[in-house]
């Protein structure tokens, strides 16, 4: 054991050492690449009611998320609950998003929430998901 | 009652910047007397703060509405352990509990270490100390939990109902002692750099408080996917949202110390790395804690800067440049150690886990901040959606649980690529017959015969290299296989509850391939009488029943389940309506066996009793909680101490 390690030592160790310092590096820099595809493949752009409005045409289609008060009194459910159709505002302006699936327990009327989806061409909010605050945060309401 | 609370909270600062000081002093060498009563200090505020506790959740249990929290987060109609529970319900009450729970590590710590590591102990115990004034300095001021109320009120606000399940009791003291738990092992690390103590000693102060910190912070995770997935109603255990990953990224960061604490044993080098872990599993523990009370991640514009999120992020700045300063000061006694033979030996690979580890963190972490870091760079905020993070820890994390089987063929200090490729020819043989056997019942997504391929790998390779152990202890003793077995987990408890943990990380990664690719769901109104197929299953809906108890209404649609004519048995979905919550939950109804979950969420009814139904089967998710089971017990089993007249590492490392 005694005499392995010593011959490691010195110059033998240096060149292991800088051998193993550019691998880490190699290893580094393909978690960054990763990273970055996954940036460059996943980013949303993230809107509030106004914003997304005065996007006008710009976005109809594309996969954005929209921050928005849930209007009171705007929710209408249709097909025993299968639909839902609300209106958020913001800004002075307002929205109607159409979302079919489960609504996270946490939805309610006049609440904050985030919509992801995309713009109808007819001016309607095309909703996939509905992300509502994990009910355990702490920040102040 | 409150007052008293008040003032024990008050006398808790008093007593801990009392014992920083004179922990501080004493070890500056002029006055060592001070040391016992320094000690003192941290035991008096240890009880001041526990006395705390005990009285608001003494309000809690007999409903003292004059006392704002109690009114905020209780009610007459909870029952005792959700009443002790909302001790932690909302901030004020849960920054109490951590408070409470660091006192009571420091004042362990420091009592346990008070003679066997008697040089490092003084500054560790300050710090320790300085950080629970801080804690302390915020209940004192904008967080005070004996907060009195404005208005008198005869009842309080009660629990969100999303939060009245068992998990929930246990899931936030989890990670609030997990949190606490990470002062203990940087405490030490800026003790050996104030010292200058020889870099091996800390580590054996720190590993139990490491292990733990690591367990407390795993199971709470776990706990609360388990919460997601039965309570949230969406189908899913985990999405990446900031408060989950807060309290993640501090749990991968002390797992990959876990492991190069042991490559520091071994060959006494990443002194300075080890050092870097801790603070960073420290820093991102006090950053987590920020990120989720201080509202800076919903818009940087609600962040003010003074208040809770101000304080928070003073700490961790100051803890930061305390940390650095130290470093550079001692940086000639960092540097010592024999150099990793190669790449492939296990030191090597515990260095190459240790990169995946943080390179995972790091990217978690950017994926969490890049809204914050796009609104401040770019002026316009861009999310990252749960895909990056799938996209990016999968792969990482595949890579990891790879190196678990590879690793078990490695020698410290020797490069071994010869033997190691003879000794891993079993665990690739019963890989490849995985794949085999999942091509043939039709698994063929190409990432998820990957994953299981490794998951295979992985886990014979634990399991061949613990056997192999095992005959040699049993020969080298003339024993039997069983008491072999006890005696091998007694003398190196943390590797064989290491390779417990291994286990059951192979068993998750199993439940989470399953569930990810081989998922799917669907959505149909339905009448009564009508069929819902789904996979296998045929689930005939018969129609709902409505009923009151005393604080809510509770619609249930019962929902036959069978499969190819033969019963399953029923599932009943519930959409329950509180009466002092404003938003209706719905509690799922899950089908579980070991192959897969049938999901069943009832979204809405109608008068006419027409329900919507969402239906999803999701693969293996069993496995996640089997594994999450295995983990901790793998996790208590390395917390174990050694039995002294056991231990002969030799033998093990012989048989290599």
């Given at each position: 054991?005694?005499?392995?390690?010593?011959?490691e030592?010195?110059?033998?160790?240096?060149?292991?050492?800088?051998?193993?310092?550019?691998?880490?590096?190699i290893?580094?820099?393909a978690?960054?690449?990763?990273?970055?595809?996954g940036?460059?493949g996943?980013a949303?752009?993230?809107?509030?009611?106004g914003?997304?409005l005065?996007?006008?045409?710009?976005?109809?289609?594309e996969?954005?998320?929209?921050?928005?008060?849930?209007?009171?009194?705007?929710?209408?459910?249709?097909?025993?609950?299968?639909?839902?159709?609300?209106t958020?505002?913001?800004?002075?302006?307002s929205?109607?998003?159409?979302?079919?699936?489960?609504?996270?327990?946490?939805?309610?009327?006049d609440?904050?929430?985030?919509?992801?989806?995309?713009?109808?061409?007819?001016?309607?909010f095309?909703?996939?998901?509905?992300l509502?605050?994990?009910p355990?945060?702490?920040?102040p309401? | 009652?409150?007052?008293?609370?008040?003032?024990?909270?008050?006398?808790?600062?008093?007593?801990?910047?009392?014992?920083?000081?004179?922990?501080?002093?004493?070890?500056?060498?002029?006055?060592?007397?001070?040391a016992?009563?320094?000690?003192?200090?941290?035991?008096a505020?240890?009880?001041?703060?526990?006395?705390?506790?005990?009285?608001?959740?003494?309000?809690?249990?007999?409903?003292?509405?004059?006392?704002?929290?109690?009114?905020?987060?209780?009610?007459?109609?909870?029952?005792?352990?959700?009443l002790?529970s909302?001790?932690?319900a909302?901030?004020?009450?849960?920054?109490?509990?951590?408070?409470?729970l660091?006192?009571?590590?420091?004042?362990v710590a420091?009592?346990?270490?008070?003679?066997?590591?008697?040089?490092?102990?003084g500054?560790?115990?300050?710090?320790?100390?300085?950080?629970?004034?801080?804690?302390?300095?915020?209940?004192?001021?904008v967080?005070?939990?004996f907060?009195?109320?404005?208005?008198?009120?005869?009842?309080?606000?009660?629990?969100?109902?999303?939060?009245?399940?068992?998990a929930?009791?246990?899931?936030?003291?989890?990670?609030?002692?997990?949190?606490?738990?990470?002062?203990?092992?940087f405490?030490?690390?800026?003790?050996?750099?104030?010292?200058?103590?020889?870099?091996?000693?800390?580590?054996?102060?720190?590993?139990g408080?490491?292990?733990?910190?690591?367990?407390?912070?795993?199971?709470g995770?776990?706990?609360?996917?388990?919460w997601?997935?039965?309570?949230?109603?969406?189908?899913?255990?985990?999405?990446?949202d900031?408060?989950?990953?807060?309290?993640?990224?501090?749990?991968?960061?002390?797992?990959?110390?876990?492991?190069?604490?042991?490559?520091?044993?071994?060959?006494?080098?990443?002194?300075?790395?080890?050092?870097?872990?801790?603070?960073?599993?420290?820093?991102?523990?006090?950053?987590?804690?920020f990120?989720?009370?201080?509202?800076?991640?919903?818009?940087?514009h609600?962040?003010t800067?003074?208040?809770?999120?101000?304080?928070?992020?003073?700490?961790?700045?100051?803890?930061?440049?305390?940390?650095?300063?130290?470093?550079?000061v001692?940086?000639?006694?960092?540097?010592?150690?024999?150099?990793?033979?190669?790449?492939?030996?296990?030191?090597?690979?515990?260095?190459?886990?240790?990169?995946?580890?943080?390179?995972t963190?790091?990217?978690?972490l950017?994926?969490?901040?890049?809204?914050?870091?796009?609104?401040v760079?770019?002026?316009?905020?861009?999310?990252?959606?749960?895909?990056?993070?799938?996209?990016?820890?999968?792969?990482?994390?595949?890579?990891?649980?790879?190196?678990?089987?590879?690793?078990?063929?490695?020698?410290w200090?020797?490069?071994?690529?010869?033997p190691?490729?003879?000794?891993?020819?079993?665990?690739?043989?019963v890989?490849?017959?995985?794949?085999?056997?999942?091509?043939?019942v039709?698994?063929?997504?190409a990432?998820?015969?990957?994953?299981?391929?490794?998951?295979?790998f992985?886990?014979?390779?634990?399991?061949?290299?613990?056997?192999?152990?095992?005959?040699g202890?049993?020969?080298?003793?003339?024993t039997?296989?069983?008491?072999?077995?006890i005696?091998l987990v007694?003398?190196?408890?943390?590797?064989?509850?290491?390779?417990?943990?291994?286990?059951?990380?192979?068993?998750?990664?199993?439940?989470?391939i399953?569930?990810?690719f081989?998922?799917?769901?669907?959505?149909?109104?339905?009448?009564?009488?009508?069929?819902?197929?789904?996979?296998?299953y045929?689930?005939?809906?018969?129609?709902?029943d409505?009923?009151?108890?005393?604080?809510?209404?509770v619609?249930?649609?019962?929902?036959?389940?069978?499969?190819?004519?033969?019963?399953?048995?029923r599932?009943?979905?519930?959409?329950?309506?509180?009466?002092?919550?404003?938003?209706?939950?719905?509690e799922?109804a899950?089908?579980?066996?070991?192959?897969?979950?049938?999901?069943?969420?009832?979204?809405?009814t109608?008068?006419?009793?027409?329900?919507?139904?969402?239906?999803?089967?999701?693969?293996?998710?069993?496995?996640?909680?089997v594994?999450?089971?295995?983990?901790l017990?793998?996790?208590?089993?390395?917390?174990?101490?050694?039995?002294?007249h056991?231990?002969?590492?030799?033998?093990?490392?012989?048989?290599?």
């Open positions: 054991m005694a005499e392995h390690r010593s011959a030592v010195g110059g033998h160790g240096v060149l292991k050492r800088k051998r193993i310092l550019i691998g880490g590096l290893v580094t820099a978690i960054g690449y990763l990273g970055f595809l940036i460059r996943t949303i752009y993230y809107y509030t009611v914003e997304v005065d996007q006008g045409r710009a976005v109809y289609g996969t954005v998320r929209v921050n928005g008060h849930v209007v009171p009194g705007s929710v209408v459910t249709e097909q025993a609950g299968l639909r839902m159709i609300f958020i505002a913001g800004q002075e302006k929205l109607e998003v159409l979302y079919q699936g489960a609504m996270p327990d946490a939805f309610r009327e609440i904050d929430i985030v919509v992801e989806g995309a713009m109808d061409s007819d001016g309607t095309r909703a996939r998901s509905i509502t605050k994990c355990s945060r702490y920040e309401e | 009652m409150a007052e008293i609370g008040s003032v024990c909270l008050v006398l808790a600062l008093v007593a801990s910047v009392y014992s920083a000081a004179a922990f501080i002093a004493s070890e500056k060498g002029r006055y060592r007397v001070l016992e009563s320094a000690r003192n200090g941290l035991l505020t240890c009880g001041l703060v526990s006395l705390s506790v005990v009285l608001l959740v003494a309000a809690l249990l007999t409903h003292d509405f004059g006392i704002q929290y109690v009114v905020s987060y209780s009610s007459r109609s909870m029952s005792v352990p959700y002790v909302a001790l932690w909302g901030n004020d009450g849960s920054l109490l509990t951590m408070t409470w660091l006192a009571v590590f420091s004042a420091v009592v346990r270490s008070w003679r066997r590591d008697r040089e490092l102990v500054y560790a115990a300050a710090v320790m100390a300085v950080t629970e004034a801080f804690l302390v300095l915020l209940l004192v001021s967080a005070d939990p907060e009195q109320s404005v208005v008198a009120a005869a009842e309080g606000a009660g629990l969100n109902p999303l939060l009245e399940n068992p929930m009791i246990v899931h936030p003291p989890l990670l609030l002692g997990g949190y606490a738990g990470l002062t203990i092992p405490a030490f690390a800026m003790s050996s750099l104030a010292t200058g103590q020889p870099g091996i000693r800390w580590l054996t102060a720190v590993r408080w490491a292990v733990a910190a690591w367990l407390f912070l795993g199971v995770n776990i706990i609360g996917a388990w997601a997935y039965v309570e949230l109603g969406w189908g899913g255990y985990w999405s990446w900031p408060v989950e990953n807060a309290g993640l990224m501090p749990m991968l960061i002390i797992t990959a110390f876990l492991h190069s604490s042991v490559a520091q044993r071994r060959t006494g080098r990443f002194y300075a790395w080890n050092l870097a872990l801790v603070a960073l599993a420290f820093f991102l523990a006090v950053f987590g804690t990120l989720t009370r201080s509202g800076i991640l919903s818009s940087v609600t962040f800067g003074t208040g809770l999120g101000g304080l928070f992020a003073g700490f961790l700045g100051a803890a930061v440049i305390a940390f650095l300063v130290m470093v550079v001692r940086r000639s006694k960092l540097r010592n150690g024999t150099p990793a033979a190669s790449m492939i030996s296990r030191e090597g690979t515990f260095l190459l886990t240790n990169v995946l580890f943080v390179g963190t790091a990217l978690v950017l994926g969490t901040l890049f809204p914050l870091l796009s609104e760079f770019a002026g316009t905020r861009i999310e990252v959606g749960e895909s990056f993070y799938n996209r990016v820890a999968g792969p990482l994390f595949l890579v990891i649980l790879g190196l678990v089987g590879i690793c078990s063929f490695t020698r200090q020797k490069r071994s690529v010869r190691m490729f003879a000794d891993m020819a079993a665990p690739l043989v890989g490849l017959v995985a794949v085999a056997v999942l091509i043939g039709g698994v063929r997504q990432y998820a015969v990957t994953g299981l391929f490794v998951c295979a992985a886990v014979s390779a634990v399991f061949i290299r613990w056997l192999g152990e095992l005959r202890r049993r020969n080298a003793r003339r039997g296989y069983l008491a072999a077995g005696g007694r003398s190196a408890p943390g590797r064989y509850g290491g390779y417990m943990v291994h286990i059951g990380m192979v068993l998750i990664a199993v439940g989470v399953g569930s990810s081989y998922g799917s769901e669907r959505e149909a109104v339905v009448s009564p009488g009508d069929t819902v197929v789904m996979g296998d045929e689930l005939i809906y018969e129609g709902t409505r009923y009151e108890t005393p604080d809510r209404l619609v249930t649609a019962r929902v036959a389940v069978e499969s190819g004519g033969k019963s399953l048995g599932l009943s979905p519930e959409r329950y309506f509180h009466r002092t919550y404003k938003q209706p939950v719905s799922v899950i089908r579980t066996t070991l192959v897969e979950d049938l999901y069943v969420v009832l979204l809405g109608d008068e006419d009793g027409t329900a919507a139904l969402k239906v999803l089967v999701n693969p293996a998710v069993l496995w996640i909680w594994g999450g089971g295995v983990l017990v793998g996790g208590l089993v390395a917390l174990w101490p050694r039995a002294r056991e231990g002969d590492m030799g033998s093990e490392d012989r048989g290599q």
